[in-house]
């Protein structure tokens, strides 16, 4: 009995060894370097510790052509099979996430989603005609090398680039662009196992992965935070608290903590917006805000300049970032919402700057200039005067009577240089 048991248990633990490992993750974003990053890792990983399988499930509107042309090589020269997953239902892997998709070794779709939309755009720039073809026709030669290493539709996988043609999950499979449609990931795994897949090098690989533990790989702290640093709107918004902290910093010198804050926001925003494809000449319209929320306090223009000031901010947000879906670019309600209370602020903060610095000094003794008072006795070289509730020494340059209203011209030592009032 006791020899039976043993046996079981030997058997069971070779079982679970022989057991298939599939490494699963998530891209739930745009396309951009930080997700090129995180997958390019997972591969890395699943390679390295033998796993049979990886699992991409994907859902985004697209991205950057250079991070997706990165994440279709890493796909395409993976030695571990990459399975693109498009779920749950309700999710697209649109423009970018075409590509790769049609780049995976198994490509999936769930049940409720779509892909496909894949012409190449560019925001905010009219090219000429020449350019515009150019760029379809590597787009579209670029697609055919992947349907085409891949066996699937060239043809219909063509023209999800050239005429930005879109497919349902049923559509997609019928013509050939994925290879099944399952709810989820137990399913799809029954669903491809045993079939035989082709590598770049012409090696061949057959899956086993129906009872395969699939384990789940995150983000690191660091790509998460890199992540939302990505987010266009969020780069926008640190750079405009930046720069709206060193104007105050500037404007109050000493106070240090609004500096401080303010050059860690701008490295933060120039950091995201480096992997973004941004415009320098928003940059310069963002600046040019700054300065004319600054001469809007300073001169007398009716709102004029600073009205000018919240235009500039307004357009420099929205063409700050060049990017091919709408996901990339910062939205008009975040322009909107952010430009309009920081151009009140800082022309708040620059008028009370310049009321301080121009303002007449009550305090002291620069304070009794301009002060009026009553003379005590006739002042000449030598007086009295009583002036803010105190009698003074005086002087004038004529003779001022006893009794007259005096004004304070200036003070000499211990002495007040008046003049008549009137």
């Not at 925001?123 to 891949?150: H, P, S």
């Not at 879109?166 to 079939?195: C, W, Y």
């Not at 992540?227 to 608290?241: E, G, K, Q, T, W």
């Amino acid at each position: 009995m006791r020899r039976a048991f043993l046996v079981a248990a030997l058997l069971t633990t070779i079982a679970l060894r022989a057991r298939a490992n599939v490494l699963r993750l998530n891209v739930n974003d745009t396309i951009q370097p930080i997700s090129d990053e995180f997958i390019g890792r997972a591969l890395d990983q699943a390679q390295r510790e033998h796993d049979d399988a990886v699992i991409l499930v994907m859902s985004t509107p697209g991205g950057l052509l250079d991070s997706t042309r990165s994440i279709v090589e890493k796909i395409m020269t993976s030695r571990v099979p990459v399975i693109v997953f498009v779920a749950p239902a309700g999710s697209r892997a649109a423009s970018a996430g075409f590509f790769i998709l049609e780049a995976a070794d198994i490509a999936a779709m769930a049940p409720g989603t779509n892909t496909g939309a894949a012409h190449p755009v560019l925001f905010g720039e009219k090219m000429d005609e020449i350019m515009k073809v150019k760029m379809e026709n590597d787009a579209a030669a670029f697609m055919r090398t992947i349907a085409a290493k891949r066996g699937r539709n060239v043809a219909v996988a063509e023209s999800a680039v050239r005429e930005s043609k879109s497919f349902t999950e049923q559509e997609a499979l019928a013509q050939k662009l994925i290879d099944v449609i399952a709810p989820n990931d137990r399913a799809l795994l029954m669903a491809i196992d045993g079939r035989t897949l082709k590598h770049y090098d012409g090696t061949t690989t057959t899956l086993h992965v129906t009872n395969a533990n699939i384990n789940t790989v995150e983000m690191s702290l660091r790509q998460k935070l890199m992540s939302a640093l990505m987010d266009p709107n969020f780069a926008f918004l640190l750079l405009v608290l930046g720069g709206l902290a060193i104007f105050a910093e500037f404007n109050h010198p000493g106070a240090i903590a609004p500096g401080v804050v303010g050059v860690i926001a701008i490295l933060l925003a120039l950091f995201a917006l480096n992997l973004l494809p941004v415009r320098y000449a928003s940059l310069a319209l963002l600046v040019a805000a700054f300065i004319l929320f600054a001469l809007e306090a300073k001169f007398a223009s009716h709102g004029v300049l600073g009205a000018g000031g919240i235009v500039c901010m307004v357009i420099g947000g929205l063409f700050l970032v060049d990017g091919p879906i709408p996901q990339m670019r910062v939205n008009i309600l975040t322009a909107l919402a952010v430009s309009i209370p920081i151009g009140l602020i800082a022309v708040f903060l620059t008028t009370l700057v310049l009321r301080a610095r121009h303002g007449r000094v009550s305090t002291g003794s620069d304070g009794m200039i301009g002060e009026i008072g009553v003379a005590r006795t006739s002042i000449g070289t030598d007086g009295k005067v009583f002036v803010h509730g105190e009698l003074w020494n005086a002087m004038a340059k004529s003779v001022i009577p006893e009794g007259a209203r005096v004004r304070v011209a200036g003070i000499n030592g211990l002495h007040l240089l008046v003049e008549p009032a009137e």
